[in-house]
DNA sequence: TAAATAGTGTCTATGAGACATTATGTA
DNA sequence: TACATAATGTCTCATAGACACTATTTA
């Protein structure tokens, strides 16, 4: 909504020079989970190029700025939505994705001074196979959270990923973040298998049952056609109603 | 903790020159809370200048920046701190501060591209007579939350205060928020408004303190000497183990 | 028929909301 | 003594964890 500006004021900005202030570099950064044989997993890149050539890195961008004042640039969401896109080749409305927090120590970058702005995704696993990674060039892969403590990371990765994987896990319980880390279709005992990948812990069957139950009867989730045939007895199938 | 560098990456960052990519003004804006006669009040500033000439603000300035790569300047945190002190006069180390979020889309400052990290403070009502604020000069004053839906706002500083808000409220029930809102030591009932306040919803005296009893057996809070004398029946005081 | 797992039911502990009751100070 | 409110207690309901049990499919 446009508000209303005053001549005053429209002579100020016709005017205004923006002075020589130094400025910082704008970043953002994505933690894209996933879950992939049965293990939560991280989308990165390995720098070619220095620093930290050779180690792997969330994947990541500069923020579009503009130089005047009528043309500023992209919004810092479309920033991370525009990364998403192109790291994923997903649409990015098919994509959780959601501010996480902004990084911001000096020195973190050696070059100079960067600030990034730390988004997380949630990519379904139906849909990871289409993200290009895993290659025969092995410089864009789905990394298990799990291995990650071995990994040396560029930057402060590590701690964007430690507060991305806090995020997740706070979140997961009360919020409808488990739907978008499951395909469209999906069974309870698959639902619980991503609450205790991700918050890796023994779900009990029973009691993870009565709480999905509670969410049918609020038309949070709804029955969907067909069973699920497994190696013994099927599972009935759900779909989250958006 | 230093990292170990190559001689390789030393030789890339010496020979390093930042391409003259387009950069943005980076900001902190500051939501500092307090409570009042009974109201739960941002400190905010009239604007001296365009744009936005006469509207309340959120304190708030820039991040300094260094331009080279080994002084890079101030950490964003470190701004925000500095700008806290700055802006009430208060030791940064007794008034809780916290990142709330990064805005920044493009066109939010009329004049150039400008993105800041958003943080919030609670001021203890004993130290906010302390602040700078209210004075003859009224262009820095508490200014209650209730009263700000009518206020024209500076920036999309409206939006700021609105997240903040509901930072506060939701982490309010499970966090030690409340402790930041109170004097160094409090009664029961003295708390119980500080929820009611904040929540803007009356709580149940009796339910109230069980739970706070819970937090007194828990070790989070202990007896302090002394009792407050009032119109009618003293209450006990405690204080908050930090 | 055996194995596996989907799906149901039960018992208990905990915590929150509603609300009645008692205790202890001041005016 | 009246009044205000601090402090305690009680009843009920919703929810979560632990766990036993039944149902239904495949191999």
Redesign the pocket.
Same mark, same amino acid.
């Given at each position: 909504m446009p508000r209303t500006v005053s001549a005053d004021e429209q002579a100020f900005l016709a005017q205004y020079k923006p002075t020589s202030y130094p400025r910082a570099s704008l970043t953002v950064d994505l933690v894209i989970f996933t879950i992939i044989d049965a293990q939560l997993r991280i989308l990165l890149v390995r720098r070619k190029e220095h620093p930290f050539k050779g180690d792997w890195a969330l994947p990541g961008g500069f923020v579009r700025v503009g130089e005047t004042a009528k043309d500023q640039g992209e919004d810092v969401d479309a920033a991370a939505r525009r990364e998403l896109h192109e790291e994923t080749g997903l649409e990015p409305d098919r994509v959780f994705l959601e501010q996480l927090y902004t990084f911001g120590r000096a020195g973190r970058d050696p070059r100079m001074r960067v600030v990034t702005v730390a988004y997380y995704a949630l990519v379904r696993p139906d849909l990871a196979p289409f993200v290009r990674a895993g290659g025969d060039v092995s410089d864009v892969d789905w990394i298990a959270v799990e291995s990650l403590g071995k990994q040396h990371l560029a930057f402060d990765h590590k701690e964007i990923i430690d507060t991305a994987l806090a995020r997740i896990r706070g979140k997961l319980e009360y919020s409808d973040l488990a739907f978008d880390l499951v395909p469209a279709t999906f069974? =309870? #005992?698959e639902l619980r298998h991503v609450f205790a990948i991700v918050l890796d812990r023994p779900m009990? #069957?029973?009691?993870f049952?009565r709480?999905f139950n509670g969410l049918v009867d609020a038309g949070v989730i709804e029955r969907a056609p067909g069973k699920r =045939?497994? *190696?013994?007895? #099927? *599972?009935?199938v759900f779909r989250f109603k958006r």
């Open positions: 069974t =309870i #005992p009990d #069957p029973g009691n049952r709480r =045939i497994t *190696a013994s007895k #099927p *599972a009935a």
